[in-house]
């Protein structure tokens, strides 16, 4: 047996509407106006039609139909919203106060109006508690060092949660990291104590490599002993080139043993015409 052809449900709610948007185009004429809409070159417009999305249009001028559609305008410029600050607690339990800066844009300005009620506020939340979480994971050093691998981090996760939104996160900055005043008062104590031993190290190989080129002066001078004069006539050069009342005139250590040798071959010499005078007269007698 053949069944009887089913009814349509959607039908009367669809006859309805076309009903409704026929109407709108009577209006059109008298409410023009109203059917009248720009839009900028940095906007979409987002028209729904009897509650249903029609999609995005723009720029430029277009019409819609009165009572029957309705527009939503969506900035596409870059956005800069703040991250107020948030108290942090790092890795290594430091409580520091951290704010940020976040740059982004809408992309599918469908998905931004049907997918989120308020794009810009939900964006705020997500890079506000993904500030709390990421920094939470990364100890003191990190936040101060590697700046660029957290923004990095940041921006990835947060771009991720923004996706579904149509919305496209390019950059995440944290602007400021506000540190205990006795987080601050110890690292400044850490960072004298690190400048003071890379100091004493500096001259302490200063002092090593002076003494390795003071040793192999002394082997110079020893093989070659004039270079000890022409060290002395330049000490004296460097003296008289300066305003000085006192002259100081070094005297070679060879003239010294120069005398030395010689008074002691004349003690010697003395010390032996003694012993033989009384030796030739005991050979006398």
């Not at 009887?4 to 509407?17: G, H, L, T, V, W």
């Not at 060092?145 to 947060?158: G, S, T």
């Not at 390795?212 to 110079?220: N, R, V």
């Not at 000490?235 to 002691?264: C, G, H, Q, R, W």
């Amino acid at each position: 047996m053949d069944q009887p052809p089913r009814q349509d449900k959607s039908a009367a709610p669809n006859m309805f509407a076309r009903m409704i948007t026929a109407f709108g185009y009577l209006m059109a004429i008298p409410l023009f106006p109203f059917a009248v809409k720009i839009v900028q070159e940095y906007e979409r417009g987002v028209i729904f039609r009897l509650g249903r999305l029609v999609g995005a249009r723009g720029p430029g001028l277009f019409f819609i139909l009165p009572f029957v559609e309705q527009m939503q305008r969506v900035d596409l410029r870059t956005v800069t919203m703040d991250v107020p600050r948030q108290d942090v607690i790092t890795r290594d339990n430091v409580t520091v106060k951290v704010d940020a800066v976040v740059y982004f844009r809408v992309l599918d300005p469908e998905a931004a109006i049907v997918n989120v009620l308020d794009y810009i506020r939900a964006t705020s939340l997500v890079a506000q508690t993904t500030l709390r979480a990421v920094l939470g994971q990364s100890e003191l050093d990190e936040l101060l060092i590697n700046r660029d691998e957290v923004n990095q981090k940041l921006q990835q996760i947060i771009d991720e949660a923004t996706e579904p939104w149509g919305i496209k996160v390019s950059i995440v900055e944290v602007r400021d990291i506000g540190l205990p005043s006795e987080m601050v008062r110890a690292m400044a104590r850490q960072a004298e104590a690190e400048r003071e031993r890379r100091a004493k190290v500096i001259h302490a190989q200063g002092e090593f490599e002076a003494s390795k080129k003071l040793a192999e002066a002394g082997q110079i001078m020893a093989e070659v002993p004039t270079t000890l004069q022409l060290r002395y006539l330049q000490t004296l050069t460097e003296i008289s080139a300066e305003n000085a009342s006192t002259v100081i005139f070094p005297v070679p250590i060879d003239i010294f043993k120069m005398i030395t040798n010689v008074a002691d071959a004349g003690a010697s010499r003395g010390n032996g015409g003694a012993r033989e005078i009384p030796e030739a007269e005991g050979s006398g007698s």
